[in-house]
Every structure is written in structure tokens, then in C-alpha cells.
Nanobody, 115 residues
Framework: QVQLVESGGGLVQPGGSLTLSCSAS????????MGWYRQAPGKEREWVAS???????NYADSVKGRFTISRDNAKGGLNLQMNSLKPEDTAVYYC?????????WGEGTLVTVSS
């Protein structure tokens, strides 16, 4: 059973930066893909970025050029570096892992972009 814990959320001004971390635990497991999703108030959860086992990385058009994901080998998880943040980036950000059999989700961390 994979457990995911996100951290690093908070309040940031427009144009600012924030780094989210996702720590994974639960014994030995093989990861097919890891990714970040977000859910803004009143909206459906949407995909932000993901990294597959082969190292390929993809980003949603809305964050391309501003967000960067990277593997955190020490924590067995995934980081999300967010730059040039906009008010529309305000959301709860979730980490998701697929271990070839099912998806696992964290509880999320809130990011608020506001002046």
C-alpha cells in the first residue's frame, strides 16, 4: 500500500514561487508514473504534470514553462517547482502515483496565490 504526503503549500503573491514536495512510502513498489494534479474551488480536479518510469515528463499547457517536476530520490517522491504563479493557480495540489495496478492519492496541499 502506497502512502503519499504532500507538503509545501501556502500563501504566495502573484509572480512568486513555491515548491511542493510529495513523499512516498509503503514498502517496495514499482512506479509506472507519478504526477501532480490540482483542484480549484468549484472546479474539477485537473492534471498538472507527470513523470513516467522512462523519465518522460509532460506538462499541462496552463503551466508549461512555469512549473517543473523532478524526482526526489531521497523521499521516494516528486517535487513540483512553481514559478511565476498566477491567481488562477490557486488550488489544492495532489500527488498521484500509479504502481502498475492502481492509482494512489495524497491528501493534498493548498496553494493560494493572492496579493
Amino acid at each position: 500500500q502506497v502512502q503519499l504526503v504532500e507538503s509545501g503549500g501556502g500563501l504566495v503573491q502573484p509572480g512568486g514561487s513555491l515548491t511542493l514536495s510529495c513523499s512516498a512510502s509503503g514498502g517496495r513498489f514499482s512506479i509506472l508514473s507519478m504526477g501532480w494534479y490540482r483542484q480549484a474551488p468549484g472546479k474539477e480536479r485537473e492534471w498538472v504534470a507527470s513523470r513516467r518510469r522512462d523519465g518522460s515528463i509532460n506538462y499541462a499547457d496552463s503551466v508549461k514553462g512555469r512549473f517543473t517536476i523532478s524526482r526526489d530520490n531521497a523521499k521516494g517522491g516528486l517535487n513540483l517547482q512553481m514559478n511565476s504563479l498566477k491567481p488562477e493557480d490557486t488550488a489544492v495540489y495532489y500527488c498521484k502515483v500509479n504502481d502498475y495496478t492502481k492509482d494512489y492519492w495524497g491528501e493534498g496541499t493548498l496553494v493560494t496565490v493572492s496579493s
